[in-house]
């Protein structure tokens, strides 16, 4: 693959992942002023985050085809991707016990680099 092409999809997919971050944060927020709990509200924007980024990955970032089974590989991927960012955080806390606000930043962006990686190679293949 081209380096161009390469650098095209690392833009799209941080570009998909801000809309994404934008769109669960009104669904949550939207809920929650209807007066829907938080933690519903919560799991109802993360499930519209979740749903988004992979139509918008699969189709916008890497030209795939929508799928059951590829949906199903990419809610793997955001499993691993999320136990990567939590020992990632464990990890950066053992080091810098009282960064708490840091270790949040760089288990996302060991998040959002893992999640391109699997999805890059696995998911959307």
Request: hydrophobic share 55%; net charge positive; glycine share 6%.
């Amino acid at each position: 693959m081209p380096i161009a092409t390469f650098k095209i999809q690392v833009i799209k997919y941080a570009l998909v992942g801000l809309a994404n971050t934008a769109i669960t944060a009104v669904v949550i927020f939207a809920c929650m002023h209807s007066g829907m709990g938080v933690y519903s509200a919560n799991a109802a924007g993360y499930l519209c985050g979740i749903i988004f980024s992979f139509v918008a990955n699969t189709l916008f970032t890497f030209s795939s085809t929508l799928s059951p089974n590829r949906f199903a590989k990419f809610l793997l991927s955001c499993l691993i991707c999320w136990v990567i960012n939590a020992l990632a955080i464990k990890l950066f806390l053992v080091v810098y016990p009282s960064e708490l606000y840091i270790s949040q930043l760089v288990g996302m962006v060991i998040y959002t680099l893992t999640g391109f990686v699997i999805n890059k190679l696995w998911v959307m293949k």
